[in-house]
């Protein structure tokens, strides 16, 4: 007997254009939430982030983007352990003949090359780092944004109350 597998909710409005000015707060996971991005640590507030050399990596790509994608602005970022949390400002006032890129398309590219700088590094093939999609809020008024902004601002302290936390991986600097 096959086993029926969960039909999976798409996370993305019907209809809303992705390409459109605004704000957007990405969420983007390890594959498998591995922690492979950094390591957050206790001491004096705020809890302080430790990348990983792939955590580095990332957030070279995240920059990355703003030069691959002149409307593109990374305002506000944090890279925990097994997720990124940023605000993507799209802001593209021209109106020539090619298309802006989707949120989408700023998504996929940071981890299409992330992943290819990452395992090329480590002489790894084929290796996958992130999972397939990503999460995303349109960011629709400035109460909302300052909301989002200091969520991810206060994230790594509040870190150990997160389901993939692992005790030993907690240090005190």
């Known amino acids: ?6 039909v999976r909710k798409h996370p993305r409005l019907k209809n809303y254009d992705y390409s459109n000015n605004g704000c957007y707060h990405v969420t983007i996971c390890t594959n498998n939430n591995e922690h492979i991005l950094s390591n957050v640590g206790r001491g004096l507030a705020p809890a302080g982030v430790a990348l990983t050399s792939i955590g580095k ?12 994608f002149p ?34 398309d700023i998504v996929c590219a940071f981890k299409s090359l992330s992943t290819r700088i990452c395992n090329r590094q480590d002489n790894i ?13 349109i960011i629709r008024n400035e109460k909302a944004y300052h909301e989002i902004w200091q969520y991810i601002y206060e994230n790594p302290a509040k870190w150990a109350e997160d389901r993939y936390f692992i005790q030993e991986e907690s240090k005190i600097w």
Request: hydrophobic share 40%; aromatic share 8%.
């Open 1 to 6: 007997m096959e086993k029926e597998l969960p």
């Open 71 to 104: 409307c593109v602005n990374v305002d506000k970022y944090v890279i925990m352990p097994t997720h990124i949390h940023a605000i993507i400002i799209i802001n593209d006032d021209s109106a020539g003949a090619s298309p802006r890129p989707t949120l989408m």
């Open 125 to 137: 093939q084929g290796r996958k780092l992130w999972q397939t999609s990503f999460y995303e809020t």
């Open 57 to 68: 990596i990332a957030e070279e790509q995240l920059f990355d983007l703003q030069k691959r």
